[in-house]
Nanobody, 124 residues
Framework: QVQLVESGGGSVQAGGSLRLSCAIS?????????VGWYRQAPGKERVRIAA???????TYYRTMEGRATISLDKANSMAYLQMNRLKPEDTAIYYC?????????????????WGQGTQVTVSP
């Protein structure tokens, strides 16, 4: 089993920045797992933001239009999502997820493991 715990969410004014963290523990090997970030706004479907692996690099969806950066701290089994120039429409619950298969993270969006989510609220 793999456990993921997000933190770093909160309330921020438009134009501000937040860095979300995802602590990963359990039977997780960064050499053969992918980590992804998603978000779900009220009344909307969950959408992917970015994905990364230690050896394949990162990939981004258009969700945040170049305002987000995903990264890994392999030594500490942490994943991060740096978000800049936040907008009110970025208000959502943000989730990190992990899977040994890239397709699960990015194509089917059915990763094997999910965190509980962290709320981000952006005010005008």
């Amino acid at each position: 089993q793999v456990q993921l715990v997000e933190s770093g969410g909160g309330s921020v004014q438009a134009g501000g920045s937040l860095r979300l963290s995802c602590a990963i523990s359990g039977n997780f090997d960064m050499r053969n797992h992918y980590v992804g970030w998603y978000r779900q706004a009220p009344g909307k479907e969950r959408v992917r933001i970015a994905a990364i692996s230690a050896y394949s690099g990162s990939t981004y969806y258009r969700t945040m239009e170049g305002r987000a950066t995903i990264s890994l701290d392999k030594a500490n089994s942490m994943a991060y999502l740096q978000m800049n120039r936040l907008k009110p429409e970025d208000t959502a619950i943000y989730y990190c997820a992990a899977s040994p298969e890239f397709g699960n993270i990015w194509i089917t969006e059915r990763p094997d493991y999910w965190g509980q989510g962290t709320q981000v609220t952006v005010s005008p």
